[in-house]
């Protein structure tokens, strides 16, 4: 049985009974989690079993079939994508979705909301996208442009970030960068964030509580550095994506 999630009044985000997949099939079920102002949340489970999927229904764009989320007390499970971003949810999907044809800081400035993240803030952050501003999102490397689609992601400056597989395909030291920049970012901003990636151990130290999903339900809830600590119950809810 999964451990129970924490529960507070003051909770930044609050998913009860959640159900949802895309037209009349579920793939999530019976999801239930508290997240904290400023907390992160580490997402795991081996490959097809509803993370994805769970991130796309917090920003309105599965088939909710049940269940409620709540973001700072309000119900927003009616509220369609682009709602929930101006309502504080940043999404930074797998395919990072950044503008081709525009530069570096075109794809940052087309999407600036007023707040602590500005451009200044983000050549801070990110020297490297600094150097590359005037470069096109299509002349960019992976890593690079991972980078652009987390950096567009906090212009928008969101109360609670969704990263979905951010170190995919890249090398280990621009991973080693984005993972470093993801906890700064964590430090300086104290944006709450929920990580999906598939390599547990890079990213549980990152984070308070861990998640992880078994054909679309819970099967463990707890704190990330109880799990990162437990080689066994690793091997078990992950196998070898706990390596």
């Not at 547990?200 to 809830?221: C, F, N, S, W």
Request: one cysteine or more; a neutral charge; glycine letters at 10%.
């Amino acid at each position: 049985m999964p451990e129970s999630p924490r529960d507070s009044g003051g909770a930044l985000l609050r998913v009860e009974q959640l159900s949802a997949g895309w037209g009349d099939s579920t793939v999530i079920e019976d999801i239930d989690f508290t997240l904290e102002p400023g907390s992160g949340l580490a997402l795991l489970g081996r490959n097809g079993v509803g993370k994805s999927s769970l991130l796309a229904t917090l920003m309105g764009l599965t088939r909710r079939h049940r269940g409620s989320i709540r973001l700072l007390g309000r119900e927003i499970q009616g509220l369609p994508a682009h709602a929930r971003a101006q309502a504080g949810l940043g999404w930074v999907p797998q395919e990072r979705d950044i503008f081709a044809s525009l530069t570096v800081e075109e794809n940052l400035r087309v999407v600036a909301r007023p707040g602590a993240w500005d451009l200044a803030r983000v050549w801070r952050s990110f020297p490297r996208l600094h150097e590359r501003r005037r470069n096109l999102g299509n002349q960019l490397s992976g890593g690079e442009q991972q980078m652009l689609a987390l950096a567009r992601a906090l212009m928008l400056n969101p109360r609670l970030l969704l990263l979905d597989e951010p170190l995919e395909g890249l090398a280990p030291l621009i991973a080693q960068e984005l993972l470093a920049s993801i906890a700064d970012m964590r430090c300086e901003s104290g944006i709450a964030v929920i990580l999906v990636e598939q390599h547990a151990r890079q990213i549980l130290p990152l984070t308070d509580r861990a998640l992880v999903l078994e054909r679309g339900r819970v099967v463990h809830h707890g704190a990330s550095a109880e799990l990162a600590a437990d080689d066994a119950l690793l091997e078990r809810l992950l196998g070898v994506g706990a390596h």
